[in-house]
């Protein structure tokens, strides 16, 4: 995957998973006996039971750390696995990249006996609640309407399931879009934008008139007038969900 290949060389410094959304997940995949990562980038996140990792960009393998699963350059779509080979499979921000949903969401019931687990995000959820998006990025919000996958439509393809919401701590040490809801200055940060493919995809120019927005707001103390009653939150939710669909 070429995009990744370019967005994913600096996710070592910015995406390092956050110990709490990880408790999530693990409780998500349950007592699986067997694990398997789709769209597993560096390897957040998987379990101690994971043993293969399929993920298509070199760049992302090459960040997995050492006694990390074995990880193959594979895609969603194409699954070098047999049917039913795992108890579990889990895809974890992930999907909005594919090529083929459908085919993807096949492959992912057809290699898992038991249950399969997506983390993706509710688009109009984070689009209300997310004040970066709503006021001052516009273009990034267009950019995810194109690429978002509703929640309900991801339940239909995996035959039925559950969806939790997944509370985003006001210090989450995974950068990834809405990491910093509550340290709005790191939104400034060239790194930052970096490891988060909704602002690395929609481009520097198309950003710049709001983000010198926000360092105006920040600079004069507005931001933090208009968003008060945020800084006393520990968590929020800005649309983030786990589907759970078991066979």
């Known amino acids: 995957m070429a995009l990744y290949d370019a967005l994913g060389a600096t996710y070592a410094r910015t995406r390092q998973p956050d110990p709490r959304i990880a408790a999530q997940i693990h409780a ?20 101690p039971r994971t043993v293969l990792a399929v993920e298509p960009s070199q760049v992302m393998i090459s960040q997995r750390p050492a006694g990390a699963a074995p990880a193959v350059r594979a895609v969603a779509e194409h699954l070098p696995l047999r049917d039913g080979a ?7 921000l992930t999907v909005h990249h594919w090529a083929d949903l459908a085919a993807g969401i096949r ?58 919401p997944v509370p985003i701590p006001h210090d989450c040490v995974d950068g990834f879009g809405a990491a910093y809801w509550r340290r709005p200055h790191a939104y400034l940060d060239p790194q930052v934008h970096a490891g988060i493919s909704l602002l690395a ?12 927005r926000l360092a105006d707001d920040l600079a004069t103390g ?26």
Do not use: C, K
């Open 107 to 164: 492959e992912l019931r057809r290699v898992a006996r038991r249950r399969v687990v997506v983390l993706t995000w509710d688009q109009r959820i984070f689009r209300e609640r997310f004040w970066l998006v709503r006021d001052y990025l516009p273009e990034a919000a267009a950019f995810d309407d194109s690429r978002a996958v509703p929640a309900d439509r991801l339940i239909d393809l995996l035959g039925g399931g559950r969806q939790e």
């Open 86 to 92: 795992v108890d579990a499979v889990m895809a974890l």
């Open 201 to 212: 995809q929609t481009g520097d120019d198309a950003l710049a008139p709001g983000l010198a």
């Open 28 to 47: 998500a995949v349950g007592d699986a006996t067997d694990v398997l990562n789709v769209g597993a980038g560096g390897g957040s996140y998987e379990p």
């Open 222 to 247: 507005r931001w933090h007038t208009r968003h008060a009653e945020l800084l006393g939150l520990e968590a929020m939710d800005v649309g983030y969900r786990l589907i759970v669909a078991d066979h």
